[in-house]
Antibody, heavy 119, light 110 residues
Framework: EVQLVQSGAEVKKPGESLKISCKGSGYSFTSYWIGWVRQMPGKGLEWMGIIYPGDSDTRYSPSFQGQVTISADKSISTAYLQWSSLKASDTAMYYC????????????WGQGTLVTVSS | EIVLTQSPGTLSLSPGERATLSCRASQSVSSSYLAWYQQKPGQAPRLLIYGASSRATGIPDRFSGSGSGTDFTLTISRLEPEDFAVYYCQQYGSSPPLFTFGPGTKVDIK
């Protein structure tokens, strides 16, 4: 069974750093791109970027380029999303999802990680 | 950048009724690259339709997708209680951003 399990909710202060994770299982982790999607409170879905764990090739949405870093450790089948200096506007639910290129869509999703940034 | 617009913003219907949701793109989108998702409160999105008209694994046949070019439609033939949710369209393009989502249509109980 394909599963993406994300790390737990985080509460941080502005200016702090953060790295959240997404662990894949039940499939070949290095053979599928993993994407990250932001959902701000009460809002829609925003695509942030994707990474291919096989070689760490990464593509970012222009809206998020330079604001976050996406990485992966294929040895432990885990993808990451990190911030070096959080802002209150980073408060959101963050989902990882597996990209199936043949479908041009995200076929499996993590449960989401809620990030709250507040002073 | 391709912008997706969804209408209506909210659709109020009763169980058993037919739901028709629209997704319009600012430029032509290959049908192969248009997907639909369902999101219920407190849950992650779920892939419903890919390639504009193909149902994802396990999706009931009351869900169907159609369209081409700039106009796409998701139809739910007879609404079941579990279908009341928010629906998003998503496209893949060759230039950044590679993926964009529409703003969503909420289907709620009348």
């Amino acid at each position: 069974e394909v599963q993406l399990v994300q790390s737990g909710a985080e509460v941080k202060k502005p200016g702090e750093s953060l790295k959240i994770s997404c662990k894949g299982s039940g499939y070949s982790f290095t053979s599928y791109w993993i994407g990250w999607v932001r959902q701000m409170p009460g809002k829609g879905l925003e695509w942030m970027g994707i990474i291919y764990p096989g070689d760490s090739d990464t593509r970012y949405s222009p809206s998020f380029q330079g604001q976050v870093t996406i990485s992966a450790d294929k040895s432990i089948s885990t993808a990451y999303l990190q911030w070096s200096s959080l802002k209150a506007s980073d408060t959101a639910m963050y989902y990882c999802a597996r990209l199936e290129w043949e479908l041009s869509g995200f076929d499996y999703w993590g449960q989401g990680t809620l990030v709250t940034v507040s002073s | 950048e391709i912008v997706l617009t969804q209408s209506p913003g909210t659709l109020s219907l009763s169980p058993g009724e037919r739901a028709t949701l629209s997704c319009r793109a600012s430029q032509s989108v290959s049908s192969s690259y248009l997907a639909w998702y369902q999101q219920k409160p407190g849950q992650a999105p779920r892939l419903l339709i890919y390639g504009a008209s193909s149902r994802a694994t396990g999706i009931p046949d009351r869900f169907s997708g159609s369209g081409s070019g700039t106009d796409f439609t998701l139809t739910i033939s007879r609404l079941e209680p579990e279908d009341f949710a928010v629906y998003y369209c998503q496209q893949y393009g060759s230039s950044p951003p590679l993926f964009t989502f529409g703003p969503g249509t909420k289907v709620d109980i009348k």
